[in-house]
């Protein structure tokens, strides 16, 4: 007989989720509205056969009509949008190959939006999202 103690060991998983941030050629960053009206980067569950880098290139295509290219990861960090519900966040810094186009917003979203550098740190959003576009524009000013 096994007690409670001796009951194999289950790591806990989350989903991971591949986000991306992209800048248009004013240098202002792509937003989306959730349903929580949170602003948010683009980008999804990782699923299926994709890479993290592939993934997060459908997902800016799917939800803002752009087509970006995945470049550097950015950071990583636990992100628990409802209380008890934990999600792995993955950033990349990604660019656009149309951004002169406004972007679209699927279903998935309620607005899409372009926002200056100076304009993020005031908007309704999760500080991870704010670190890795700070992190972007870091890298983009030492190009």
Known sequence: MTGPSELPYVPPTF???????????????????????????PGGKLEGLETPEQRVETEIREESGWTATAGPLLDVWMY?????RKVFIVAYGCTATDAHRPPVVSHEHKEAALFHRDEVHDLVMPQGYKDSIARWYELQDRA
């Open 15 to 41: 989903p991971i989720s591949i986000k991306g941030v992209v800048l248009d050629p004013q240098q202002r960053v792509l937003l989306l509205k959730n349903e929580r009206q949170e602003w948010e980067l």
């Open 80 to 84: 628990e949008p409802i209380p008890g």
